[in-house]
């Protein structure tokens, strides 16, 4: 039997046991994923813990993605995130680490049939899923303008994504109006019912996608589709960043279906 995991702390609430384990289901395979609760500077020892048990593979969550790249031979795109959420660990060589939290942003809004080429798109949030929202998009040859809070991040992480630009939340009024793509990386609309973005900057030509996915339907996503906007909910980028392991571990396409049925039950 393989056994995968997910390191982070805390774990108790993760989805990913249940979207993992129906598709290990769904194509008979005999595996378990199981979740690891490391204490918060330990990474790097669950990651030499989890190659000696012999473990398959590992997420990892907060607050651990950013020091396993440390633990790892890190691909270049998650070097270039500075984030690590995904390990595997090959027989002839050391554990390597990949950020699949970037192919859940592009699968997503694939799926939803956004064209990415050329695109306008604007990240709002400079932080892990920010980061890697921005290089993804910058990848699929979007242009990229990064807004945050703390505007010396968005600035940051601007000059380090070709082409993009960055500047304060408060200059989302000349930005939005025309952009084809906006993706809330912050996690504005989790705790309360608030929002990152105005809603009178949203239109119908715009596609949201919200990372966050606790709740499902965030204010962000019902003043988008009151805008006549295209909406993607933050599970579908969870999904994606789960299939996306789950096809690096396996070698094989993930059923995606019977994952998002697994979650989506969770969910709502
Ligand atoms: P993080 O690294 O801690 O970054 C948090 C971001 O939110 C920062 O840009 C921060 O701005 C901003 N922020 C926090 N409170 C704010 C407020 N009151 N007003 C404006 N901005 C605020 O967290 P993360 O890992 O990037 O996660 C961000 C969200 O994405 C969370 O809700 C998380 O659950 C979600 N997420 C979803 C997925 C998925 O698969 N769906 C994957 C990863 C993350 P400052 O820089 O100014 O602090």
Same mark, same amino acid.
């Given at each position: &039997? #393989?056994?995968?995991?997910?390191?982070?702390?805390?774990?108790?609430? +993760?989805? +990913?046991?249940?979207?993992?384990?129906?598709?290990? $289901?769904?194509?008979?395979?005999?595996? =378990?994923? *199981?979740?690891?609760?490391?204490?918060?500077? %330990?990474?790097?020892?669950?990651?030499?813990? !989890?190659?000696?048990?012999?473990?398959?593979?590992?997420?990892?969550?907060?607050?651990?993605?950013?020091? *396993?790249? $440390?633990?790892?031979?890190?691909?270049?795109?998650?070097?270039?995130?500075?984030?690590?959420?995904?390990?595997?660990?090959? #027989?002839?060589?050391?554990?390597?680490?990949?950020?699949?939290?970037?192919?859940?942003?592009?699968?997503?809004? $694939?799926?939803?049939?956004?064209?990415?080429?050329?695109?306008?798109?604007?990240?709002?949030?400079?932080?892990?899923?920010? =980061?890697?929202? !921005?290089?993804?998009?910058? %990848?699929?040859?979007?242009?990229?303008?990064?807004?945050?809070?703390?505007?010396?991040?968005?600035?940051?992480?601007?000059?380090?994504?070709?082409?993009?630009?960055?500047? =304060?939340? %408060?200059?989302?009024? $000349?930005?939005?109006?025309?952009?084809?793509?906006?993706?809330?990386?912050? +996690?504005?609309? &989790?705790?309360?019912?608030?929002?990152?973005?105005?809603?009178?900057?949203?239109?119908?030509?715009?596609?949201?996608?919200?990372?966050?996915? +606790?709740?499902?339907?965030?204010?962000?996503?019902?003043?988008?589709?009151?805008?006549?906007?295209?909406?993607?909910?933050?599970?579908? &980028? @969870? @999904?994606?960043?789960?299939?996306?392991?789950?096809?690096?571990?396996?070698?094989?396409?993930?059923?995606?279906?019977?994952?998002?049925?697994? @979650? =989506?039950?969770?969910?709502?």
């Amino acid at each position: &039997m #393989d056994v995968y995991g997910l390191i982070g702390n805390p774990v108790g609430h +993760s989805l +990913s046991p249940p979207m993992h384990e129906a598709g290990y $289901e769904a194509l008979g395979l005999d595996a =378990r994923y *199981v979740t690891f609760e490391p204490a918060p500077d %330990d990474a790097a020892r669950a990651v030499r813990g !989890a190659a000696a048990l012999g473990v398959a593979g590992l997420n990892v969550t907060i607050p651990f993605k950013r020091d *396993v790249p $440390e633990a790892v031979e890190t691909d270049p795109l998650a070097e270039r995130i500075g984030a690590v959420n995904t390990v595997t660990f090959p #027989d002839d060589g050391d554990p390597r680490g990949y950020n699949t939290d970037a192919a859940g942003v592009i699968r997503a809004l $694939e799926r939803h049939g956004v064209d990415l080429d050329g695109a306008d798109a604007v990240v709002v949030g400079a932080g892990g899923a920010g =980061r890697a929202a !921005a290089f993804a998009l910058a %990848d699929a040859d979007a242009t990229v303008h990064v807004a945050n809070r703390t505007v010396e991040r968005a600035t940051e992480l601007a000059e380090a994504v070709p082409g993009a630009t960055g500047g =304060r939340l %408060d200059g989302l009024d $000349e930005r939005v109006p025309t952009a084809d793509v906006l993706v809330n990386a912050t +996690s504005v609309g &989790m705790e309360a019912d608030a929002t990152p973005v105005p809603a009178d900057l949203l239109h119908a030509d715009l596609t949201v996608l919200d990372a966050v996915y +606790s709740p499902v339907e965030t204010r962000l996503l019902r003043d988008a589709a009151a805008m006549g906007a295209t909406t993607v909910d933050g599970a579908w &980028m @969870l @999904l994606y960043q789960g299939v996306a392991a789950f096809e690096r571990w396996t070698g094989t396409d993930a059923p995606v279906d019977a994952m998002n049925a697994a @979650l =989506r039950e969770r969910l709502e």
